[in-house]
């Protein structure tokens, strides 16, 4: 009795994981809790207190934040409401699977026989021929109509009558556990990218070698943050050679390496130097046409690899891969190489590097050139006055002031991007070739080793659409039944999906044994 | 000639033939469905001329010295901004529909799925969306762009002619006013109906009689009628749209009536929904998630990053998950899944256009 119970009860719970009932109504709650996140700016706190002043009051804004934060508004797709619909949407689908599979299975691999004489009238699709001859003869006329369409043939003799029977497709059957097993492959390889893999970013200056990267943490106050700077640093200062940077730092390996986690801070296990980094622009335009990184791998002192990295086409050394992602103006010009190509008018050329203020001289003349002045992207408004227009290199520009025996001559904006400004007017040129180490290159950095499982999903993904939507389960019968010198052909069949598409494949093979 | 041309031609017989498909319906002439056909065939046909004489033009705009010339044809496919991708999804529709109207040889569909062609060109026209032809910028340029896209727009076009049908299931089974599926597909179609109507007034009023300069839809849309500066304009169009629903609601039971005279049945109408949805839910789920994902993991270092545009077209694609279910499930099959079918293909619109316009993220390239 008390088993009875406890039958009944795995039973209907069973039932309900195994439900399609289940799989619409978690569906559809899944794409609700999917809303939230799209329209509330997440991981954002400053922007959506802003947000939340303007709309309930800068006195209440606070708690509201509060309360947002605490259902897990500013990161949906990780709070946990979100994770148990997760679940419970893969555990119906698994169930579902199991509960389903057998069944199908047994359609597919139980063998196909002759329909008996009243279920050939029942069917929906049917077709009776007559033709003249014998059965051997028909059969050969039946056969040939079927070949070459996917058709093998059996045959079975009953008394006098023939009945032939073929089926095509059986395994489109298992498109739908295809696809959903692929769902469940793609969730897995996310479950292993999140918990073995990691995402940071790097901001790397034109120059600089880096050994760590940067990951998101919580809210740090001041003092963390000055700390995490600090320990930045000092790991910048030792290349990134650990033992000496707790040395340094006078703690513990184990106590650095926990404050390097809660700072987000990633060990790379080697290190990576930005050489240069320059974006390219269609024409004259502002229009970037390509942004691209040189970065070289060091590994214990030696260079790895070299490659120059673009959107769309990433480094990867390690199993970590780098990303073009974004780039910017370093804050100063410390660090930062003026290349100027310097060339008299009798011809002397030569290429050299200036820092921010320097004084150079045209070969073999008395002119001097001071570096005064910079512009990323230097415009002119209206009035005629140079102004900077943005805060990235679309238009670097040097203003250089010229000066002969000591005395100021002119001075004049040189642009990186015009070479009618490189020219001056005793006939010498001083051509800006680039300035170095002005900007970084951002990048995404990560590691995924999930990413095989999540394409091998999509790959198993895109054969079950196919068997799932674009082929059927078909099978036919004929019967065929000598009387009075004519055969009776029956032909029938049946298709488990399309079964328009079925109804016209059908009445063309029908037609074929037709017209022999 | 350049492509300019071909697209105005095109634009103009798919305005005639709306009208045309709209007058067969009210009259009934053979001829006119003829004509109708004839009209978007010849539309098609310029289209598509159009798209391939801009593609050429393209080619020299959008390449980069590199890569080989497969790549090179690739990356200069006119598909990369918001009015080179409307024009693809016009050019899918009228091409699905073709199909439909050659397979069940059927006109009366062309009705209901040529306004929304109809629409999407007006909307262009009306934003006065940048119709040059622009570099590529760097993410875009991937052998990826050509199957994400594309395959996006057929799937959309796929969903736009579930939509159609699965209003007119609604119109031929859904006839009693207080009804929540007579409520239903009457507001759909009114809603659409009135942005129609009220775009088209934005149209005249703004590009004809002004002639103002092109400028941005955000600061444009609907401010001839709901957003006039005069209130009581503004006060009339909502009258006037409240009129337009409520007319629908009351003498809508009549459009039954004349979709009976063509003999097309339920089931009919039941089967193409379902299978326009059995080809763009897998093409999506191909072209737009997985190609998509692939690409962002090779651009951007991770396949999925809850962007909004990424987290609506999984909804999208959910949703339509949903109404393949629910058509297995007892008492859903019909009127409630077919329900399901036309709220999906407003959420598509809400994905391709809503998400541009109103929330941010890494799929920027469409704004206007």
Not at chain 1, 381 to 402: H, K, Q
Not at chain 2, 197 to 212: G, S, Y
Request: hydrophobic letters at 45%; aromatic letters at 14%.
């Amino acid at each position: 009795m008390k088993e009875d119970i406890f039958t009944k009860g795995t039973n209907a719970i069973w039932k309900f994981f195994s439900s399609v009932t289940l799989t619409v109504t978690t569906l559809i709650l899944f794409v609700l809790a999917s809303i939230p996140g799209t329209i509330i700016e997440q991981g954002s706190p400053e922007k959506n207190l802003q947000l939340l002043t303007k709309v309930v009051g800068e006195g209440f804004a606070p708690k509201a934040l509060n309360i947002i934060i605490g259902l897990g508004f500013l990161d949906a797709y990780h709070s946990w409401w979100f994770v148990v619909l997760l679940l419970l949407l893969t555990s119906n689908l698994t169930i579902c699977t199991i509960d389903r599979f057998p069944n199908t299975w047994k359609a597919i691999k139980s063998p196909m026989g002759p329909l008996d004489d009243s279920s050939l009238i029942n069917m929906p699709i049917k077709a009776e021929i007559r033709v003249k001859g014998n059965i051997e003869k028909t059969k050969e006329l039946v056969s040939k109509s079927l070949k070459g369409h996917g058709y093998n043939l059996s045959e079975k003799r009953v008394d006098k009558t023939l009945h032939l029977y073929s089926q095509k497709g059986k395994y489109s059957r298992l498109g739908v556990y295809v696809v959903h097993a692929s769902i469940i492959l793609v969730l897995t390889g996310a479950m292993i990218g999140s918990i073995f893999g990691f995402k940071g970013f790097l901001n790397l200056p034109e120059g600089e070698t880096y050994s760590v990267v940067i990951m998101k943490t919580g809210l740090l106050t001041q003092e963390e943050e000055n700390e995490r700077e600090y320990i930045l640093n000092t790991i910048e200062s030792v290349s990134g050679d650990f033992v000496r940077v707790s040395q340094v730092m006078g703690i513990e390996p184990a106590m650095l390496k926990s404050k390097l986690k809660r700072y987000g801070i990633r060990p790379l296990g080697f290190s990576i130097r930005c050489d240069d980094f320059e974006v390219d622009f269609y024409g004259n335009s502002d229009m970037p046409k390509e942004y691209k990184s040189w970065l070289t791998v060091i590994k214990e002192g030696k260079e790895v690899i070299k490659k120059a990295i673009k959107v769309n086409d990433p480094l990867t050394y390690n199993g970590i891969t780098f990303y073009q992602s974004s780039y910017g103006l370093m804050p100063s010009l410390r660090h930062a190489k003026f290349v100027l190509n310097i060339k008299s008018n009798s011809g002397v050329s030569e290429t050299k590097h200036f820092n921010f203020g320097d004084k150079f001289s045209i070969p073999g003349t008395g002119m001097e050139g001071v570096i005064g002045d910079f512009s990323p992207a230097l415009g002119i408004d209206e009035s005629g006055r140079a102004f900077t227009y943005a805060e990235t290199m679309n238009n670097p520009a040097v203003l250089i002031e010229f000066i002969e025996k000591g005395k100021h001559k002119y001075s004049g904006w040189i642009l990186k991007r015009y070479p009618t400004t490189w020219k001056l007017p005793e006939g010498h040129t001083v051509e800006f070739k680039d300035l170095w180490g002005a900007q970084y290159t951002g990048l995404q950095v990560g590691r995924d080793p999930g990413l095989w499982f999540v394409y091998a999903g999509f790959a198993l993904m895109s054969v079950g659409f196919v068997l799932a939507f674009f082929r059927s389960h078909k099978k036919l019968w004929a019967r065929l039944k000598e009387e009075k010198g004519e055969v009776i052909i029956t032909m029938a069949g049946t298709a488990n999906k399309n079964r328009f598409a079925f109804e016209r494949e059908f009445e063309k093979r029908v037609k074929s044994v037709r017209e022999g | 000639m350049t492509s300019s041309i071909f697209f105005s031609l095109s634009e103009l017989a798919y305005m005639m033939a709306m009208v045309g498909y709209i007058a067969y319906l009210v009259f009934k002439r053979k001829g006119i469905g003829v004509a109708a056909s004839a009209i978007t065939i010849f539309g098609f046909s310029t289209q598509t001329m159009a798209i391939i004489k801009r593609w050429i033009e393209s080619y020299p705009i959008k390449i980069v010295n590199e890569g080989d010339l497969l790549s090179k044809l690739l990356h200069s496919a006119p598909f990369s901004n918001l009015y080179e991708s409307l024009i693809l999804f016009t050019w899918t529709i009228i091409l699905s529909y073709l199909i439909i109207e050659f397979r069940y040889k059927n006109r009366s569909f062309g009705a209901f799925v040529t306004p929304i062609a109809g629409i999407v060109l007006l909307f262009i026209d009306l934003t006065g969306m940048s119709k040059d032809i622009q570099p590529l910028m760097p993410a875009l340029r991937s052998n990826w762009l050509i199957a994400h896209v594309i395959l996006s727009f057929i799937a959309y076009a796929t969903f736009a002619i579930s939509f159609s049908t699965a209003i007119m299931y609604l119109i031929m089974t859904a006839e009693k006013r207080n009804e929540g599926f007579y409520i239903f597909w009457t507001s759909s179609v009114g809603l659409f109906l009135i942005v129609l109507i009220a775009m088209a007034i934005d149209f005249m009023t703004f590009r004809v009689a002004f002639r103002t300069p092109e400028t941005f839809i955000k600061s444009y849309l609907f401010r001839a009628t709901f957003l006039n500066q005069s209130t009581g304009i503004s006060i009339m169009s909502w009258i006037v749209a409240s009129g337009v629903l409520f007319l629908l609601w009351r003498f809508g039971y009549l459009l039954k009536r004349v979709l009976d005279t063509f003999s097309i049945s339920i089931d009919t109408l039941d089967d193409i929904t379902y299978k326009s949805i059995a080809v763009g839910f897998p093409v999506f789920g191909l072209g737009g998630l997985i190609f998509g994902g692939v690409w962002a993991a090779q651009a951007w270092g991770t396949y999925w990053s809850w962007d909004p545009k990424e987290t609506w077209s999984l909804i999208t694609w959910l949703v339509y998950a949903i109404y393949l279910h629910a058509r297995v499930m007892r008492g859903w099959k019909g009127k409630k899944a077919v329900v399901i079918a036309s709220v999906g293909f407003l959420i598509v619109i809400f994905t391709y256009l809503g998400v541009n316009l109103l929330l941010s993220g890494l799929h920027a390239y469409g704004e206007l």
